[in-house]
């Protein structure tokens, strides 16, 4: 008896060998497949790097390929906040805020230096790092990053988007101090223990407790608000 | 050595000295400056405002237009340039006279304690945001300013950044309470107003304000009643860190500044070193500065022009813009080796020598950007949308333009042909014939057609250079400011020593100031640059020129639609970092 051609498989999952066209995976895989090939990215578009972010969505490098090119600037209709550009302190409780409104699941680029970790911006106004604030899935290197680059950070986010792994079931690093090099001589607003506990070299950072669902607890998060102000 | 590091100083040539004599005796003086520096006058608080108004409104002054104001916090200038006569800090007006073509600097010395100014608002009120900077930064009050607050920095931010006792790392902690927020709104808090109008937040994060800018207005259905606008969500204290960089260090800082055409900003800032040096340049790499300044131009309209057009609606224009500045990037990532922060000029020269086929591949950029702009031309120019949509909005008359400070394309829209590559040549731009494109009308078309026509300008800029594109070294032969070549460096002793002392102390600018301006792509830019004799540089101020667009940019929208508002933010092209620095 002749065996029937094998079909082939039309994205992850396991090929039938019925004959018959359909295909037996997990629901998990096929929605996070779904998920990774139709991102819909909001540039939080702050400098240079936005300007090679527009070089990335304009028609020579066409992210339309990666399935990523529907940019919506509400973060309330997009699930991709690629932050491109420096985030400085004035700016810093408006990325925050929209990063809240982003509706799960939602992940977070960090394009170039400036928002990984500060850049060559080591100066009074500058956030080192928009972890301190959010936290990110891939930090994109460069300054700014070429197109191809930020290209490929998208593809890492997809195989990372497949692997089901996200940046918020890391240690949240949102226990950063805002404030670097107290001055004792002026008066500090109250910090949370665990932010006074980081600031003098402790590095216990409080209990962050995840429900099932890989949500935060809510009072940890209440507690990661406060110790920002 | 070609040139000589020490700067001849020239007495100072202030052509009404005599009117300013017989008004204002004694009381405003000249300062002697270098040559290559713009003539400075001193005068003290009291005497500032009767000398703004005679520099302003006398015949033989007529200092119409407020570029900038460069404050200086002199207490750690060394030994014999330390201030004699206890005073601290500096408040530099630097005014240009649109009628006479002829740069000024008017300079109040003040104490340590308390600085105070009486506001020049009422007279230049371009003076407004750049005297809120100046208390943000440097604490030096203004009495009688309307709205004397922060500016760059936030509410929650504690003393002044570019004061020399502050230090550079300390920051501060933002809320969302220490935001603009409902000020506005307060403002207009009539319980009689309040059914008929609403307050309208629009930015920082706003695909239409192409950065982080934010204006809160005041509207009446669609119509804008009052606004505010608000900036600092970008600054990442260019001026604070090149204080703790060497001169040369400060290049990749300056290619942040408008960073859509990077090398306008680094060329003009190597210009202003090299002015306090002395130092001339080869006339290839005058050439090549200028060929990459027009294509830097190019690139900056196209970008301005695409971003304008996607938020009027029209967007295959931003596909049909951004394929030449691709190209562009192409030649860029040649010569420097990186997109678009290029950091390529150098105090002397370049980086190192342009590409071997760099006019042919110039040459075969212009045919591409002449299709792609007569596509967007064929689109926009003669399109009845877009005319509607950009014709009689966002209108700034000349007066109104001079008197808020404008310069390039937008000053040019309303009818002052002032153009520093025109008026104070500079480069190769005085070997070259072009045109300088006005319009009268002062509207988004208008400033959209200026645009235009700058870009056409640019080509014929670039074809003649390259033309006549010169051959022989890209750097000077004065090893005190620029590397000597590698061969050098291993054959021969005085060029190793140069490149360790250039390598480990940088380039020594001796003690002095300067203001130099060049052309950027939204106007003058300028750079004051104060010298201590040390490697680094003691303070730098930028004239930043999308800063007086934007401190406009509130009441240009007042009265009209919100709609209009979005275009005409598009069309001052506002590039936050060089408004925030």
Known sequence: MKTPPIAPPLGPGIPSSSGADFLTTKLDIAVQWAQSNSLWPMPFGTACCAIEFMSVVSSHYDLARFGAEVVRFSPRQSDLLIVAGTVVDKLAPVLKKIYDQMPEPKWVISMGVCASTGGFYRAYHVVQGIDEIVPVDVYVAGCPPTPENLIHGIIELQKKIQSGELARHREAKTFVPIRVGVDPDLSIPAYSDGVMAHLQGKKELPEMAETAEGELDAKARAAAGEGRR | MSATLANPFAPPSISFGPVLEQKLAGRVTAEPRPASDIPTLVTDAATLKEAALFL???????????????????????????????TRFQANYILYSTKRNEHLRLRVNLPAKEPAVPSLVGVWPAANWFEREAWDLMGIRFEGHPNLQRLLTHNGFVGHALRKDYDKKQRWLCTEEDLLQTELAAKTDDPADMFETMTLNFGPSHPTTHGTLRVVMRVDGEKIVAAESECGYLHRCFEGMSETHTWVQVVPYTDRLNYCSPMINGNGYVRAVEQMLGVDVPPRAKAARTVLNEFSRIMDHLVCIAANLVDLGALTNF??????????????????????????????????????????????????????????????????????????????????????????????????????????????????????????????????????????????????????????????????????????????????????????????????????????????????????????????????????LFAAFEHVIKGGMVSDAVATLGSLNIIAGELDR
């Open chain 2, 56 to 86: 302003r409104d006398d015949p033989a002054a007529a200092y119409d237009l407020f570029l900038d104001l460069a404050s200086v916090d002199r207490s750690k200038l060394p030994g014999d340039l330390a201030p004699k006569d206890k």
């Open chain 2, 319 to 548: 596909w049909y813009a951004f394929q030449p500045r691709e190209e562009i990037y192409g030649l860029l990532e040649a010569c420097c080796g990186a997109r678009l922060t290029s950091s390529y000029a150098r105090i002397g020269g370049l980086a190192k020598d342009v590409p071997e086929n760099f006019v042919e591949w110039s040459r075969s950029l212009l045919p591409t950007i002449r299709d792609r702009m007569a596509d967007v031309d064929g689109l926009i120019t003669k399109n009845k949308i877009a005319w509607n949509r950009m014709r009689g909005t966002g209108v700034v008359s000349k007066e109104h333009a001079i008197a808020w400070g404008f310069t390039g394309p937008s000053l040019r829209a309303s009818g002052v042909a002032y153009d520093v590559r025109k008026d104070k040549p500079y480069e190769m731009y005085g070997d070259v014939d072009f045109d300088v494109p006005i319009s009268t009308d002062g509207d988004n078309l208008a400033r959209y057609l200026v645009r235009m026509e700058e870009m056409r300008q640019s080509m014929r800029i670039i074809e003649q250079i390259l033309a006549r594109f010169p051959k022989g070294p890209i750097n000077s032969d004065d090893y005190r400011v620029i590397l000597p070549p590698k061969e050098m460096v291993y054959n021969e002793m005085e060029a190793l020593i140069y490149h360790f002392k250039l390598v480990f102390e940088g380039v020594k600018v001796p003690p002095g100031e300067i203001y130099s301006y060049t052309e950027g792509a939204n106007g003058e830019l300028g750079y004051s640059l104060v010298s201590d004799g040390s490697g680094f540089p003691y303070r730098i101020k930028v004239r930043p020129p999308c800063f007086p």
